[in-house]
């Protein structure tokens, strides 16, 4: 691979012909709540939509018309537009068409996130379309403007330089509860100037997704809105390894934001599970490993408990020995293949890596060739009161 | 059905011919930490073990040696015997041939619960021993050595009457957390008089326990450790469907017991699930609203947030349509068909029933016949607390 990848500013406005920004449309008590992603010219669109069933309105929108291009973006946090049925379809009709007489808009997008079974306030939003500045290139307020119980914003952006010329690529994603490998309240908007041909978008963005999003988990549920989406101006160069390996670090830097993010989490883990029977296996593991109370309540105590980390592989219902398992908290093996090493220096050191902001569990079930790294986090006193209190 | 059953005193003991009791075998800093059930005559055993693939060497033992009959049932807390190998299995047989000088074993039985991954104090255990009095009735003592994080004991016990005579049935259970409907870190021993035949044994046992001890969850956690032991003196009559209702009442009692002292739980909901394509399909809808971090946070926080609990349904990957779901917090629905009925007066009474400590929430699919009521809990920060300090 030839290819020189380098970080740049600009969110998704580092891609030229990209607009973004947000305003305050009164959901919030302050700070963004809606927001655009707009360019002049129409844009290829490839996204991935969450596998709940009860898909919020916004998706179903988009997916009725089957978007191929659209040249406009508009987001809005606070409230999901899910489960609000057909009139959750008209709204957004209606509100697109309000935003049709203020610039000239191909295909219009929706995408919101936030409460769910609560109608959307058309009127406030119209009144915050009325506030956009259209040519504002503000990517850091679009990023605000989608958070919900994010604490900071996410965004990315990298040039890429090769035989085949240079593209930019840059992104912006929102999530912290309700996050889940089957992608979970989270929105992510992608905009890049790569010549990506079309039938290759949707492909390299699902391929992408599985190992980034569809890897991460902060509390094991999935929601009703979530959304990739991926758009591109095509005025750049293009070569598919090194778009493939782009469009992977950028995923990831907001895929481990939002796990950094996790409501009321103190450390990001990857679990790094091989030895699997199959990579399907190993995901499931994995999954399970990030998703699972006990474990998740230990990396807040920072306590070194691989019986959890034991019992949840054995819960799995995957092709499992404890003569074969091993587990170790990065270099410290705890438990080798049917031997117990947990003496009080070892369980010391265990200690001491897990009281880390971020640090990896190795568990190697020595079965197959089956390999895939979860990333998850820890389940504290502040996720309990985030959530109790979220709507009230 | 032409029976009846009337509670009474003595849990495992209610039963003529049984005995048992606790100590301290220095575990616990004080209370009793080790147990024993046992009869002079040989009891028909029946078992149900955990679908952990890492099943405890206490688990391993009896499957290996397809116990049938047994006299003696010694139980420890604080340790679980599991991933500990073949030594694991070899301290259960040391600990058996020590107490087979004390007393005439036949068969014995051992089971255990507490941390996994530690070998056991043999030595400790065998001082324990020695204090047991073997003529002691005290079904309490035994449901207090067997407790962990438990708070209070769990026991029943019944007498049932009718055409054909009459016989007891008494249970003692444990567990608090790392409870899933796949049977989960609790353990149940329940003794009667009845003479079932062992062939019904092992049928109306797996049978009753899916809809009692597989319809709860505390954390969605599967242990290791979990058993469930019904065992006959056959001294006394037998019908059927008596000794099925009875026993459901038994089980069901102990299961519900374990939702209410559920870690940190400050209520037990029942989630009553209709409507949906298949029994199965139910219970996958009951379960995941039962271990949904979501939802109960959101109980916790007595809010009344339907969304969490759509968006639960959605996620489950059943059949499922949103114009035909149905929600309600007893009897008030919160959402009907396709229509939201949420406004202020619909949610203070929501709210209001959510205060109390159990309730009943009703999930409609409108799909087919499937039915399933799983039992849950709320997650508060005294879950997080007992789970994040639970080893060190």
Redesign the interface.
């Known amino acids: 691979m030839k290819f020189r990848i380098t970080p740049i500013d600009g969110g998704v406005c580092a891609v030229d012909g990209i607009y973004a920004s947000g305003v305050n449309a009164g959901f919030k008590q302050d700070g963004y709540d809606l927001g655009f992603i707009r360019s002049d010219k129409e844009l290829d669109v490839a996204y991935l939509f969450t596998?709940?069933?009860?898909?919020a309105a916004p998706i179903k929108y988009v997916l009725n018309r089957g978007i191929k291009t659209t040249n406009f973006i508009l987001a809005n946090s606070k409230n999901?537009n899910?489960?609000?049925?057909d009139e959750g379809i008209k709204d957004i009709e209606e509100i697109l068409e309000f935003l049709s007489q203020k610039i000239s808009i191909k295909n219009p997008i929706m995408s919101s996130t936030g409460?769910?079974?609560?109608?959307l306030d058309k009127e406030k939003i119209k009144k915050g379309i009325e506030k956009f500045d259209f040519n504002e290139k503000n990517s850091n307020k679009f990023a605000k403007a989608i958070m919900t119980t994010d604490s900071f914003e996410k965004e990315i952006a990298f040039e890429v330089e090769g035989d085949f010329g240079k593209f930019r690529i840059g992104g912006v994603a929102k999530g912290a509860?309700?996050i889940?490998p089957?992608m979970?309240t989270m929105l992510c908007f992608i905009t890049t100037d790569a010549n990506i041909p079309q039938n290759e978008m949707q492909e390299i963005l699902k391929e992408v997704n599985e190992v980034t999003f569809n890897a991460i988990s902060v509390?094991?549920?999935?929601?009703?809105n979530d959304s990739v989406f991926l758009m591109t101006t095509r005025d750049g160069g293009y070569e598919r390894e090194a778009f493939k390996e782009a469009l992977k670090q950028v995923m990831q830097k907001l895929a481990l934001d939002i796990v950094k993010d996790g409501e009321g989490a103190t450390k990001a883990v990857a679990f790094v599970v091989t030895g699997a029977k199959s990579k399907e296996e190993a995901k499931i593991v994995a999954k399970n490993l990030t998703?699972?109370?006990?474990v998740k309540?230990?990396l807040?105590?920072e306590?070194p408990?691989?019986?959890?980390i034991?019992?949840?592989?054995?819960?799995?219902?995957?092709e499992?020995d404890?003569?074969r398992l091993k587990i170790a908290f990065e270099n410290i093996v705890v438990?080798d293949r049917?031997?117990?090493i947990?003496d009080e220096e070892t369980e010391r050191k265990a200690h001491e890596i897990m009281k880390r902001r971020e640090f990896k569990i190795y568990v190697d079930l020595g079965i197959g060739e089956g390999a895939f790294t979860g990333y998850g986090c820890d389940?504290?006193?502040d996720?309990?009161?985030i959530?109790?209190?979220?709507?009230?």
Do not use: H, P
Request: aromatic residues 12%.
């Open positions: 596998t709940n069933k009860f898909q999901a899910a489960m609000t049925g409460v769910i079974g609560v109608r509860g309700m889940n089957a979970a509390d094991g549920d999935t929601s009703t998703t699972s109370l006990l309540t230990a807040f105590g306590d408990n691989w019986g959890r034991a019992s949840t592989v054995g819960a799995s219902n995957v499992c404890e003569k438990y049917g031997n117990i947990f389940l504290s006193y996720y309990v009161k959530n109790a209190e979220y709507r009230t």
